[in-house]
């Protein structure tokens, strides 16, 4: 029987509580390591560390492929902004990393999820612009409601891309999950709108050039009657290591 391939999963560094122990640890919601190992992957943790093109590389090639979760807001002077109010401290050691992950897994063409924050990783990451604060844009805070509380809505799904081909021909209107204050903007080159908010917000892009490499702006792992899109980066990174050990 063939081994489950490996799925990378960035992770949060944070102060963390636990027993006697109040310390700098790394963080991530079991949903999103469920979400994996429902879809038959294996979940590897991937922490923010020094990184080098050679560290990414490494890393990278030790995966069959890559989730980039959510998180903390991108810093905006990465994409040549001030920083709002709204906006978060800047967690220059996550950007860093995860930027550089990225870079190497679409040089190589790993396959990978962006969820959230991810989504607006890679889109920094290929040139791309954020709103900073959305509420200013659609007037309300039904994105990100409270603290710890999800706001949920429908995405429309575009005919044709890869995201209705995971989800399926009568799924292209979806229930979901919000939980991001912040938007993709200015689109970068390369990448693709597959999904959109009932108000016009970016939800989903797709990155042309590399065979599996979508971004989504909700929350997946949060249904977990629904692992679809886990399912699809599953297969792809099954075919990735076939692929690689055969050349």
Request: proline share 7%; aromatic share 6%.
């Amino acid at each position: 029987m063939a081994t489950p391939p490996l799925i990378g999963v960035t992770t949060y560094l944070e102060q963390a509580q636990t027993g006697v122990w109040d310390v700098p640890a790394s963080f991530l919601p079991k949903v999103y390591l469920d979400a994996v190992t429902d879809a038959g992957g294996i979940a590897v943790l991937l922490p923010p560390q020094p990184v080098s093109r050679q560290v990414a590389r490494t890393v990278v090639a030790a995966l069959d492929g890559l989730i980039v979760a959510g998180g903390a807001d991108v810093d905006p002077g990465r994409y040549g902004q001030e920083r709002h109010p709204r906006t978060g401290a800047a967690r220059t050691d996550r950007d860093e990393w995860e930027d550089a992950l990225l870079t190497e897994a679409i040089a190589v063409e790993l396959p990978f999820l962006g969820i959230c924050r991810g989504a607006q990783v890679l889109n920094v990451a290929l040139g791309g612009t954020l709103t900073q604060h959305l509420p200013d844009v659609v007037g309300s805070e039904k994105y990100q409601p409270a603290p710890a509380v999800f706001g949920e809505g429908d995405v429309t799904i575009e005919p044709g891309s890869q995201l209705e081909t995971l989800l399926g021909p009568d799924s292209r209107t979806l229930p979901v999950h919000f939980y991001h204050h912040q938007a993709l903007d200015e689109v970068a080159d390369g990448l693709t709108v597959t999904a959109r908010s009932e108000d016009g917000v970016i939800e989903a892009v797709e990155l042309d050039t590399v065979p599996f490499g979508l971004a989504v702006q909700w929350h997946p792992e949060e249904n977990a009657s629904d692992r679809r899109l886990f399912a699809g980066l599953v297969d792809a990174a099954r075919t990735h290591r076939t692929q690689r050990s055969r050349s």
